[in-house]
Structure formats: structure tokens, C-alpha cells
């Protein structure tokens, strides 16, 4: 990884990099061709309580008892809880009638708790393995690049690149088609890893968000602005956060080891213990970014269309 010493820019890219032929071998056994593991039931208070911070801060509907409710405005006060609930809908405003197209849709988790949430989502992969994951689950899901869909202009309300933009040898091209298929009232979603955070700098070279050579550049808050202005897009909100900070951490010291010993590194599952230090590391950095820091491992930015007098 090279970085950009320009200012304050800080980007990170990878170089060199995989030719175009070689990008699919890089997938091949990649952790979106599992389907999700089922979460807590449902009916459970746990759910109700996120379903009741995301009713209370973005203003999706939900039919909750007084008992949810009250605990809610009791746990979103706590950072970590609130940036839990939160990040389910990458901070996404409720949107009653939208649409949402999800790029780099995975096994279509993601889809999955949006549609739940009211919205009708499409996705697309350009691996066709999850894809596969994602229609066996009933969803709307497209195998291919972005521009081979051919969607028609003002086509979604909201288009979600979770973890993708990192991934893609032109970032900018597939910008300016979303800026094309977007409506000018929608907006762009973009959740990526920030070159800039505390987990980077405690874990170097180890840190999950390099993912070498799958992550062909790393933003930091500012490049990324700068990258999605170049397609026509304005900002409308930048945070970074450390819901995934100690599952990141975890990742890190796993793939430190497997390196010594020349095994296999992998993500730790979610029912993993979490070591008490990087457990403590992670809510220090969950306190350091609710008091302003920008050193939460995952970087997500909401950004509108901008007025354009021609094409982008």
C-alpha cells in the first residue's frame, strides 16, 4: 500500500495491483458466499429496542410496546448500543415509498434487513456465487458490473455501496454512473474503511481494512469526498465509527498469528468471545469518535446529487 503524503489526504492504494483477469480468483472463496446465521428471534426485546432506536433517530415506523421504547431511550444514550441499532440502515433516513439499488449486495444481508424496514431493494454482484446466496433467499438479485444493467436515468431513490468502493479499479466511472441512474432528490450511501483510524494505527499492516490485495484503495473522510465530488455528488453527512472495532481488532491479532505460523487467517464469527483488552480498546475509540474523533475503523458518508449544468 502507497499513501498520498498531499496534504491532508491521506489515501491509501494498492500498487501494484491485480490485472482485470485476475480479480475474480481473488473471490473465489470470499466470506459473502456464506448466507446469514439467523439473529434473535424476532418477537424478541432486544430487536424491539433497535427497531425502537431506529423509529426515535432515522424515523422508520414500528408498532413497539411501552417497555421497548423505554429501554431504548435509555441504551441509545450508551454509543456503542446506538451506533449498533444505527449502522443496520447505514444511518438511513426512513424513506416511506423508496427504492434502493444495493451495489456489491453480497449474500444480501444487508437487502434483506432494508426490505424488512419498508424499502424495495434490487441488488447487483459481480460475484456470482453470492448472488446465487442472495436469490436463494427470494431476493432481487443481478449478477454483473454496474453498467451492464443499463438502468434507465432517475431510476432509485437511494443507492448503497457497502464495502465496494475499496474494491473497484475505476471508482470514479462507477460514481458517475450512479450519479446518472440516481433521482436528484436520492442519495448515495458509501460504507468503506478509513485509512484514518485507531484500529489502523494499533494494528499496521494486520489491519482488516487493507485486505490485501482485495482493497485496491483506502479512503480516509476527506479523499473520499474529494473522489465522489469528481462524479458530481455533494455532502450531506461524513462519520466514521467503532461498531466494528473489536471484531477488527480480533481479525487483526488472528491474522498476525496466522501470518508466524503460515496457517489460514480468518473474521472472527459473532458469537466469538471478545478478548476483555480489545474489548476495551473498542469503546475507547467508540467514546473518542462520539466526543468528534475520526478514528472509527469504518467510514460512511451520505452524499446528494449536485446541481449540474451538463453532464457529469
Known sequence: MVQCRAGDCGLLWLNPRPVAEQLPRLYENYFTHEAEQPGPRSDGLRVHVRRAIQRSLLGYPARLGAAARALAAVVQLVPWYRTSALR???WLPFSSR???????????????????????????????????????????????????????????????MGHVIEHLADPAEELKECRRILKPSGC???ATPNALSLGHRLAG????????????????????TRMVAMAGFAPLEVRTHAGIAANWLMASEDWRVAERTGRCARL???????????????????????LGA???????????????????
Open 98 to 160: 423508496g427504492r434502493l439499488l444495493d451495489i456489491g449486495c453480497g449474500n444480501g444481508a444487508p437487502m434483506q434487513r432494508f426490505i424488512a424496514a419498508g424499502w424495495t431493494a434490487t441488488g447487483i454482484d459481480f460475484d456470482a456465487a453470492a448472488v446465487a446466496v442472495a436469490r436463494s433467499a427470494g431476493l432481487d438479485a443481478r449478477f454483473g458490473p454496474l453498467k451492464e444493467h443499463a438502468f434507465p436515468d432517475a431510476q432509485f431513490d437511494v443507492i448503497l
Open 268 to 290: 472472527p464469527a459473532p458469537s466469538d468471545p471478545i478478548p476483555l483488552h480489545w474489548l476495551a480498546l473498542a469503546r475507547l475509540q467508540s467514546m473518542g469518535v462520539a
Open 88 to 90: 443496520e440502515l447505514f
Open 205 to 224: 499492516r494486520h489491519w482488516p481494512g487493507l485486505d490485501v490485495p482485495r482493497h485496491l484503495q483506502v479512503f480516509t473522510p476527506k479523499s473520499l
Open 188 to 190: 448515495l450511501v458509501i
Open 294 to 312: 475520526r478514528w472509527g475503523d469504518e467510514l460512511v458518508g451520505r452524499y446528494a446529487p449536485a446541481p449540474s449544468s451538463g453532464p457529469v
